[in-house]
């Protein structure tokens, strides 16, 4: 098994797709011809080099990882595998548009809040108050002849 000495290369993160076949399926303790087999199968999508070579991420790495924990531990198809992670990144979708949301109802409502104080600062100020106070008309129309 090969291990990442020293991490990613410089500027990359575990988005960055660094690894070829044959790194990622060692990393992933896979053979390439599963990581050949996921990848037509939809279960991780690696990216791609100008000439078609397939470079996989940590994130990808990962990803194998948990596939052949769900497929070995758990005896989940890969059909069943594949449902499951649309599911995980329907999730971490939704989860990441409510955040969205969330903040920006904090800037909608910190907006009001200066809106309602400028209201509340423009108030003419030599303005007295009066007592206000009822009263009850009664109103008697004339008939008309």
Do not use: C
Request: a positive charge; glycine letters at 8%.
């Amino acid at each position: 098994m090969i291990e990442v000495f020293g991490g990613l290369p410089h500027g990359a993160d575990e988005e960055t797709p660094v690894f070829v076949i044959s790194v990622a399926a060692q990393l992933s303790g896979l053979h390439a011809q599963t990581l050949r087999s996921y990848d037509r199968m939809g279960l991780v999508s690696p990216g791609r080099t100008a000439g078609g070579g397939r470079r996989y991420s940590m994130r990808d790495i990962a990803l194998l990882r948990e596939v052949q924990r769900l497929s070995q531990e758990e005896g989940v198809n890969l059909a069943g595998i594949k449902r499951i992670i649309e599911l995980e990144n329907q999730v971490e979708a939704l989860q990441s548009r409510i955040t969205e949301l969330t903040e920006e109802l904090a800037t909608a409502y910190a907006a009001a809040e200066q809106a309602a104080a400028a209201v509340h600062r423009s108030y003419r100020k030599d303005l007295v108050p009066m007592k206000q106070e009822t009263a009850l008309v009664v109103w008697k129309p004339r008939r008309r002849r």
